[in-house]
């Protein structure tokens, strides 16, 4: 008997969404379009998506109670409330709403629909795809890579191919990089951590893991290496001396101080010169920072721009001090960029959130694995917080909830099956 493909249904409406949401970022390579009529709708189509998902999910027999999702949004209500106490705050302290008007809450808008359709697509897969929701968000960045690859023997042909190859792994800053896109290479770290530490041992695994591997190679994302480094050794040392809630806290308060100390060798101007002393390009990284660092300052004192602050200034920065950095869309530091949003009080309780809340809570509702799984998919991310726009990736933040809270499901449903 000859076995066919068989794509679910569910699952392919949840490979719509998110590469609707990847393409968005991909819209040169993959269509040549960076601008206009068409790079819109194709960028906005993801909250469109988004909301059709969570509409499509509610009509259909769910695999996921109505308990399970509540208590999924009561663990993550604090950050929804900071967020919107934030920028109440902000309109009173904050001179970036009052420099941009109406442009600027239309873009603070826009960083509300973001966090509430990722969400939304979280809660959508979840109750869709089940125990198989880490398998399709695989599938969905496999898919998605392919398409890349294919686009690159059209566009750039063997010979450029090639040459992306040789940079990727080489690490060469100068080489032209077909590969380097930036949302999937990150978001395909996540998964490799999943798959490398966490994930049974099984031959499909294997196959998708040296797969996923090679395309995060192929990004050509130093930080995120340095990111997966650094969940592998907490995977590691929870593997050999347990995992308890103080052993979480103490990780995560570590984390806060650790924030708190990359600002300060930023806003001292050390950061930049322990690269040049290692000899490590910047990318035009100084000019961002230092815009930023001279308007604002790091003391308790420091109030938060709001949630669009940074991304309106950077939108908007002055040629004559960022020079050919004029034209980038991000300020390529998370870690900075929430301080600067949220304020030094608010930035404490979000990094605070992120790294010891969030785990301990995970504990206690989803058990010790999946707690463990968010922990070491939070560093991995905090490690690129450090240098890039990560916070901001839809698929990212997707990515990080949904994997550990599918594991949670994967390990109630075989306990399930084995007391039957």
Same mark, same amino acid.
């Given at each position: 008997m000859?076995?066919?493909?068989?794509?679910?249904?569910?699952?392919?409406?949840?490979?719509?969404?998110?590469?609707?949401?990847?393409?968005?970022?991909?819209?040169?390579?993959?269509?040549?379009i960076?601008?206009?009529?068409?790079?819109?709708?194709?960028?906005?189509?993801?909250?469109?998506?988004?909301?059709?998902?969570?509409?499509?999910?509610?009509?259909?027999?769910?695999?996921?109670?109505?308990?399970?999702?509540k208590?999924?949004?009561?663990?993550? /209500?604090?950050?929804?409330?900071?967020?919107?106490?934030?920028?109440?705050?902000?309109?009173?302290?904050?001179?970036?709403?009052?420099?941009?008007?109406?442009?600027?809450?239309t873009?603070?808008?826009?960083?509300?629909?973001?966090?509430?359709?990722?969400?939304?697509?979280?809660?959508?897969?979840?109750?869709?795809?089940?125990?198989?929701?880490?398998?399709?968000?695989?599938?969905?960045?496999?898919?998605?890579?392919?398409?890349?690859?294919?686009?690159?023997?059209?566009?750039?042909?063997?010979?450029?191919?090639?040459?992306?190859?040789?940079?990727?792994?080489?690490?060469?800053?100068?080489?032209?990089?077909?590969?380097?896109?930036?949302?999937?290479?990150?978001?395909?770290?996540?998964?490799?951590?999943?798959?490398?530490?966490?994930a049974?041992?099984?031959?499909?695994?294997?196959?998708?893991?040296?797969?996923?591997?090679?395309?995060?190679?192929?990004?050509?994302?130093?930080?995120?290496?340095?990111?997966?480094?650094?969940?592998?050794?907490?995977?590691?040392?929870?593997?050999?001396?347990?995992?308890?809630?103080?052993?979480?806290?103490?990780?995560?308060?570590?984390?806060?101080?650790?924030?708190?100390?990359?600002?300060?060798?930023v806003y001292?101007?050390?950061?930049?010169?322990?690269?040049?002393?290692?000899?490590?390009?910047?990318?035009?990284?100084?000019?961002?920072?230092?815009?930023?660092?001279?308007?604002?300052?790091?003391?308790?004192?420091?109030?938060?721009?709001?949630?669009?602050?940074?991304?309106k200034?950077?939108?908007?920065?002055?040629?004559?001090?960022?020079?050919y950095?004029?034209?980038?869309?991000?300020?390529?530091?998370?870690?900075?960029?929430?301080?600067?949003?949220?304020?030094?009080?608010?930035? /404490?309780?979000?990094?605070? /959130?992120?790294?010891?809340?969030?785990?301990?809570?995970?504990?206690?509702?989803?058990?010790?694995k999946?707690?463990?799984?968010?922990?070491?998919?939070?560093?991995?991310?905090?490690?690129?917080?450090?240098?890039?726009?990560?916070?901001?990736?839809?698929?990212?933040?997707?990515?990080?909830?949904?994997?550990?809270?599918?594991?949670?499901?994967?390990?109630?449903?075989?306990?399930?099956?084995?007391?039957?």
């Amino acid at each position: 008997m000859k076995s066919r493909l068989t794509v679910k249904k569910t699952h392919l409406l949840c490979a719509i969404t998110l590469l609707l949401t990847l393409f968005s970022g991909q819209s040169s390579k993959l269509f040549g379009i960076s601008g206009g009529v068409a790079y819109q709708l194709l960028y906005y189509s993801k909250y469109i998506s988004a909301l059709f998902l969570v509409a499509y999910a509610l009509s259909r027999p769910r695999k996921v109670s109505d308990y399970e999702v509540k208590r999924l949004l009561t663990i993550l /209500l604090p950050l929804v409330v900071l967020m919107i106490v934030v920028e109440c705050l902000a309109v009173f302290t904050s001179p970036v709403p009052a420099m941009y008007g109406i442009r600027y809450w239309t873009r603070s808008l826009a960083v509300f629909l973001d966090r509430f359709c990722i969400y939304a697509v979280v809660i959508g897969i979840w109750e869709l795809c089940g125990d198989e929701a880490i398998e399709c968000i695989t599938n969905i960045f496999i898919v998605d890579e392919i398409l890349i690859f294919a686009s690159a023997i059209f566009h750039v042909g063997v010979a450029g191919i090639v040459e992306s190859f040789l940079g990727a792994f080489a690490f060469s800053e100068g080489a032209s990089n077909y590969f380097e896109v930036h949302e999937l290479t990150f978001a395909i770290g996540l998964c490799i951590i999943y798959y490398m530490f966490f994930a049974e041992r099984k031959k499909h695994n294997t196959g998708k893991l040296v797969f996923l591997v090679i395309s995060f190679i192929l990004g050509s994302k130093r930080i995120g290496m340095a990111g997966i480094a650094a969940a592998g050794l907490f995977s590691l040392f929870v593997h050999k001396k347990g995992l308890s809630r103080r052993k979480l806290i103490t990780i995560g308060i570590v984390g806060v101080l650790v924030c708190y100390g990359y600002l300060f060798i930023v806003y001292n101007n050390e950061f930049f010169a322990i690269l040049n002393e290692h000899g490590i390009n910047n990318m035009g990284r100084d000019l961002i920072y230092a815009y930023f660092v001279r308007r604002t300052k790091l003391s308790p004192t420091q109030m938060g721009w709001g949630m669009a602050g940074v991304a309106k200034v950077v939108e908007n920065m002055d040629r004559s001090e960022v020079m050919y950095m004029a034209a980038v869309r991000g300020v390529h530091n998370d870690i900075l960029k929430i301080y600067i949003n949220f304020g030094f009080v608010g930035s /404490l309780i979000w990094y605070a /959130l992120n790294l010891i809340y969030f785990p301990v809570k995970f504990m206690k509702e989803y058990g010790k694995k999946a707690a463990t799984i968010y922990m070491a998919l939070i560093l991995y991310l905090f490690i690129t917080y450090l240098t890039d726009n990560t916070e901001s990736y839809f698929v990212c933040q997707v990515a990080l909830l949904l994997i550990p809270i599918t594991e949670y499901l994967k390990e109630k449903n075989r306990s399930v099956y084995c007391e039957n």
